[in-house]
């Protein structure tokens, strides 16, 4: 099951070309990503529903625009799954991917509504 707040808020971010950092949603829906229990089997796994649902429905991974403060991609995770589902080819570069999946979501999210 999707968590609607945190899926509604992306899709609302997308729609606007916005980009928001794991930390800011984490603490904008009281999640400590200090703690490893809420950070793995919580956060991750509202991630991971999320991308599966996008994926099951035929669309881009919304979770692209959930970027990491320092290096403003997202994290290792994001990447794992878009290869476990096929969606970054071979060799094909993080940077190429996460490009081209931000342009998908922008596009996909742009004239949709909720």
């Known amino acids: 099951m999707v ?3 945190i899926y509604k808020l992306l899709i609302e971010l997308a729609k606007n070309k916005k980009f928001i950092t794991y ?6 829906f009281n999640i400590d990503l200090r703690n490893v229990y809420e950070r793995e089997h ?4 509202i991630l991971d529903e999320i991308n599966k649902h996008e994926y099951d429905n035929k669309r881009p991974l919304l979770t692209v625009i959930i970027t990491n403060k320092d ?4 994290g290792k995770g994001f990447f794992r799954v878009a ?5 970054k080819k071979e ?3 993080d940077e190429m991917f996460f490009i081209e999946e931000v342009n998908r979501v922008f596009d996909y999210w742009r004239d ?3």
């Open 3 to 5: 968590n609607e707040e």
């Open 23 to 28: 930390g800011k949603l984490a603490e904008k």
């Open 42 to 45: 919580k956060f991750d796994e």
């Open 71 to 74: 290096t403003k991609m997202p």
């Open 83 to 87: 290869k476990e589902y096929g969606l």
């Open 91 to 93: 060799g094909q570069t």
């Open 112 to 114: 949709k509504t909720i």
